[in-house]
């Protein structure tokens, strides 16, 4: 595997559903990040992970719950969610915070 | 707070029928503006990053420039496969969010054959 992975390329799960959305980068990168992209709006920064310290949180909903063990490895927790969090959610990183990012294919969820 | 705005909305354009894509951005100090380019159902692809005013960069077709408010993406004889949606985003020095990148709506380009 190269560059950035996401599984799974797509979920649908009702709105009592646990699921868990998981991102790995394989560029040996020190910096990851959660966005959510919904149709006809702008790419959405939800969380950013350095050295696997959270260092941002943008006013995101308790239900999405982030998880970084490693620097290799981003999980995004979802429990409880709304229709509209229906959405393409993209993994990015990073060498480190503020350079180039490489964003991985994304998840597709369906929240019904 | 930081803003970033791309026009057209939507670009279509014949084969071989140059064109530019405009970024216009109000930032805090920028420390970097991206672009990049996104096939439906896809993540974005990495194209370009310009650190200063003055600065240039190419790749096959396409050439990206920066001034202090804007950026513009010129496509060259533009080929089918060039048809995507084409992000620029901006990395400011303001407040505490450093490495936070604010993305613009995208333009989606379409070009014929």
């Known amino acids: 595997e190269t560059g950035v992975t996401q599984t799974p390329r797509h979920l649908v799960m009702g709105m009592t559903n646990k699921k868990s959305l998981k991102c790995e980068q394989h560029?040996?990168?020190?910096?990851m990040y959660w966005y959510k992209q919904s149709a006809k709006k702008p790419l959405e920064l939800m969380f950013v992970?350095?050295?696997?310290?959270?260092?941002e949180n943008n006013s995101v909903p308790s239900r999405f719950s982030p998880e970084c063990p490693n620097s290799s490895h981003l999980f995004l927790h979802l429990h409880t969610l709304q229709p509209e969090d229906s959405a393409l959610y993209l993994c990015?990183?990073?060498?480190?915070?503020?350079?180039?990012?490489?964003f991985g294919p994304g998840t597709r969820l369906t929240v019904l | 707070e930081d803003q970033v705005t791309q026009s057209p909305e939507a670009l279509r354009l014949q084969e071989g029928e140059s064109s530019s894509l405009n970024c216009s951005y109000t930032?805090?100090?920028?420390?970097?503006l991206f672009w990049y380019r996104q096939d439906p159902g896809k993540g974005p692809e990495f194209l370009f990053t310009?650190?200063?005013a003055g600065e240039e960069k190419e790749k096959e077709r396409l050439k990206a420039t920066l001034t202090k408010k804007e950026s513009f993406l010129h496509i060259t004889a533009p080929k089918p496969e060039d048809s995507a949606t084409y992000l620029c985003?901006?990395?400011?020095?303001?407040?505490?969010?450093?490495?936070?990148?604010?993305f613009g709506q995208g333009t989606i380009l379409t070009v014929h054959p």
């Open positions: 990015a990183s990073s060498p480190l915070r503020g350079d180039t990012q490489y």
């Open positions: 560029l040996g990168h020190n910096a």
């Open positions: 992970y350095n050295f696997k310290e959270q260092t």
């Open positions: 930032v805090s100090g920028l420390r970097g």
């Open positions: 310009l650190y200063s």
């Open positions: 985003a901006v990395h400011s020095a303001g407040g505490t969010s450093y490495g936070k990148l604010t």
